[in-house]
Nanobody
Framework: QVQVVESGGGLVQAGGSLRLSCAASGRIGGISTMGWYRQAPGKQRELVATITSDGSTNYADSVKGRFTISTDNTKNTVYLEIGSLKPEDTAVYYC???????????????WGQGTQVTVSS
């Protein structure tokens, strides 16, 4: 089994910044992609950014230039540097890891429980 745990959320003023972290642990045989999604109240969960094992990144248009995703592959950890925060960035941010256990060749998506980011105006 693979566990995913996020940290780093909080309350910040508009224009401020935060760094979110997400660590995957357990019997990990390999990770193909790690990413961040967010869900604001009353809205569907949406993609924020993803990064593959070879370093390829993908960002939602709404966060390009403000958010940066990176990984420490040695620690199975993904980071999201979020800057120039806006009130509309307020949401629960979820980490997703596409990984396989060391007992299988099949990849599955594992999700964390989320971390709240609140941006005050």
């Amino acid at each position: 089994q693979v566990q995913v745990v996020e940290s780093g959320g909080g309350l910040v003023q508009a224009g401020g910044s935060l760094r979110l972290s997400c660590a995957a642990s357990g019997r990990i045989g390999g990770i193909s992609t790690m990413g961040w999604y967010r869900q604001a109240p009353g809205k569907q969960r949406e993609l924020v950014a993803t990064i593959t094992s070879d370093g390829s990144t993908n960002y939602a248009d709404s966060v390009k230039g403000r958010f940066t995703i990176s990984t420490d592959n040695t620690k199975n950890t993904v980071y999201l540097e979020i800057g120039s925060l806006k009130p509309e960035d307020t949401a629960v941010y979820y980490c997703s890891t596409r990984a396989r256990s060391d007992r299988t060749t099949t990849f599955h998506d594992y999700w964390g429980q989320g971390t709240q980011v609140t941006v005050s105006s």
